[in-house]
């Protein structure tokens, strides 16, 4: 399984654009990048994903270079009820600590 | 589309008790199941991975004997904890990947168990 390592924590305000950042070194060629965000006592809920270069969609953007050693999750104009972890996985099973991204008012 | 189930979603036990948990795929046919456990402020722990009709693969330090998990169709995964016991009170959730490209999982809600 590809270790990732992501920041502990961050904090936002309202209306700021967040980019959390991923390490991943080990990912395997076929590996996928996919990014989670999950909410207490609730199962994670598919964000992104992406395999190189950038992927956007209607919540945010994946930006991957082309080492494929890393990937930064973009959320344009975070609200309060962004406020969750957020995980990458690269390959299946592997979850990180992720990141527990709190947005002030 | 892409939704999983798990039933139940809570559920309190005496020790020494067993308790089933069921994961479905309501709309999509899993080839793989994945089962995790989460504690309070931690992140998910793979416990297991199972594919359909066969049996489990469970990681490093997690004992098949008490948590049973069958896998009998595309649709449906249980994960039985045997002989219950207070430390096994978690969060536990379960994903489905359909095998596809990129193999995306789909995650349940979770079933929360306290063993009294």
């Known amino acids: 399984l590809a270790k990732t390592t992501q920041p502990i924590s961050m904090d936002s305000y309202e209306g700021q654009e967040v980019n959390i950042t991923c390490s991943h070194n080990n990912i395997a060629t076929n590996d996928y990048i996919t990014w989670y965000q999950q909410f207490p006592s609730q199962g994670p809920r598919f964000i992104i994903q992406g395999y190189k270069t950038k992927v956007t969609n209607e919540v945010a953007s994946l930006f991957i270079p082309a080492d494929r050693k890393s990937s930064t999750l973009s959320l344009p104009r975070v609200s309060l009820s962004d406020t969750a972890v957020y995980y990458c996985l690269v390959a299946r099973g592997g979850f990180g600590a992720g990141t527990r991204l709190t947005v002030k008012p | 589309g892409a939704v999983v189930s798990q039933h139940p979603s809570w559920v309190i036990c005496k020790s020494g008790t067993s308790v089933k948990i069921e994961c479905r795929s309501l709309d999509f046919q899993a080839t793989t199941m994945f089962w995790y456990r989460q504690f309070p402020k931690q992140s998910l722990m793979l416990m297991a991975t199972?594919?359909?009709?066969?049996?489990?693969?469970?990681e490093q330090g997690v004992e098949k004997d008490k948590f049973l998990i069958n896998h009998a169709s595309l649709t449906l995964s249980t994960l039985t904890v045997t002989s219950a016991h207070p430390e096994d009170s978690s969060f536990y959730i379960c994903?489905?990947?359909?095998?596809?490209?990129?193999?995306?999982?789909?995650f349940g809600p979770g079933t929360r168990l306290t063993v009294l």
């Open positions: 199972s594919n359909e009709g066969s049996k489990a693969t469970y």
């Open positions: 994903s489905a990947s359909t095998g596809a490209l990129g193999n995306e999982q789909f």
